[in-house]
């Protein structure tokens, strides 16, 4: 099974922009759907982004259209969500997973959840 790690977060202002990377090892990456999910202070875990295998097709959560890229590199086995505009309620631990979805929900196909990276906006 692949393992995929966290990073990037930190504390940003409001208006202001991150890059979360993740970063991933197996022998199937490549070809592994792949999502990113939040989880803000006493709310349910929820989808943020999802992306193909290459790369091609991608989905976002209505909250962040327009705001959240998410992208990836299968040579170096990682992926991005490029994050700008932010606001207070994008807060939370982010987490990256390989992915399901039945055309309108995504789910995790990993037995469990990594560690996260903490995103904090403040204003």
């Known amino acids: 099974q692949v393992q995929l790690v966290e990073s990037g977060g930190g504390l940003v202002q409001t208006g202001g922009s991150l890059r979360l990377s993740c970063a991933g090892s197996?022998?199937?990456?490549?070809?592994?759907?792949l999502a990113w999910f939040r989880q803000a202070p006493g709310k349910e875990r929820e989808f943020v982004a999802g992306?193909?295998?290459?790369?091609?097709?991608?989905t976002y959560a209505d909250s962040v259209k327009g705001r959240f890229t998410i992208s990836r590199e299968n040579a170096k086995k990682m992926l991005y969500l490029q994050m700008n505009s932010l606001k207070n309620e994008d807060t939370g631990v982010y987490y990256c997973t390989t992915a399901g979805t039945d055309g309108s929900s995504w789910y995790t196909l990993m037995d469990y959840w990594g560690q996260g990276t903490q995103v904090t906006v403040s204003s």
């Open positions: 992306i193909s295998w290459s790369g091609r097709s991608t």
């Open positions: 197996g022998p199937t990456f490549e070809t592994d759907t």
